[in-house]
């Protein structure tokens, strides 16, 4: 049997963050690199780790993300693998080097504690989709990972004039750097969203990228919360 399941034993630690398989992350823990998480989703460690939920150091912060669409945090820290995972979701590992993101709220899994970060709500949305959008922007020099209902596809802003439209429930990142505001539509309806009448878009314009799951259900957003 141990034949069998040799396929899915861990791989030798090749970096700070990691994918084991799609839908789980692998986090190589050290003594003074503490990590932030979503609260719950640890799933397994080896060796010594403890967790800290809603630490002081955030709890301002953590408490306006609470009240939008997004959840708490635990701080981890001390020495072993650590393993993450959000109810099956897709894990997308990202090392930014002197960069920045702009996270959904709902699509943050775990970042490095010592990166520059705090909650918004997104501007020039809350009048088109009632209690607007919430996000995380995360910046420095370190390892942050996202979760994604589904492979996400990662489109360059940049490549053109045009604009990008998305649908919020479906909007995973998108870098900073973009002009982004609301977009009412009738006629768009019934090819965005999940009802009739009015859809709500989110368009991006300037250089960078931005980060779709192919899940727009707003109810993977309910279910995950908290």
Not at 4 to 17: C, I, S, W
Not at 90 to 99: A, G, Q, R, S, T
Not at 144 to 153: E, F, K
């Amino acid at each position: 049997m141990n034949q069998q399941l040799a396929g899915y034993a861990p791989t030798p630690v090749a970096a700070r963050m990691e994918n084991h398989g799609r839908h789980m992350l692998k986090v190589a823990m050290a003594s003074g690199q503490d990590l932030y998480a979503r609260t719950g989703s640890m799933v397994s460690y080896e060796g010594f780790v403890q967790y800290e939920p809603n630490p002081p150091a955030v709890r301002q912060i953590a408490s306006q993300w609470m009240t939008g669409e997004g959840a708490p945090i635990m701080k981890c820290s001390g020495d072993g693998l650590l393993y993450l995972a959000d109810y099956g979701a897709d894990v997308v590992v990202i090392n930014l080097n002197n960069d920045a993101i702009s996270v959904n709220g709902t699509n943050v899994l775990a970042f490095d504690a010592h990166l520059q970060w705090g909650a918004e709500r997104v501007k020039g949305l809350a009048k088109f989709a009632g209690q607007g959008l919430w996000n995380v922007q995360i910046a420095g020099t370190g390892w942050v990972a996202l979760t994604s209902r589904g492979t996400p596809v990662v489109v360059d802003c940049g490549r053109g004039e045009d604009e990008t439209y998305v649908d919020p429930d479906a909007l995973v990142a998108w870098s900073p750097t973009l002009k982004v505001k609301g977009k009412r539509s009738f006629k768009a309806s019934s090819l965005i969203g999940r009802g009739s009448g009015e859809a709500y878009q989110m368009a991006f314009s300037g250089q960078g990228i931005v980060v779709v799951q192919p899940s727009e259900d707003s109810t993977d957003r309910l279910r995950i919360r908290g």
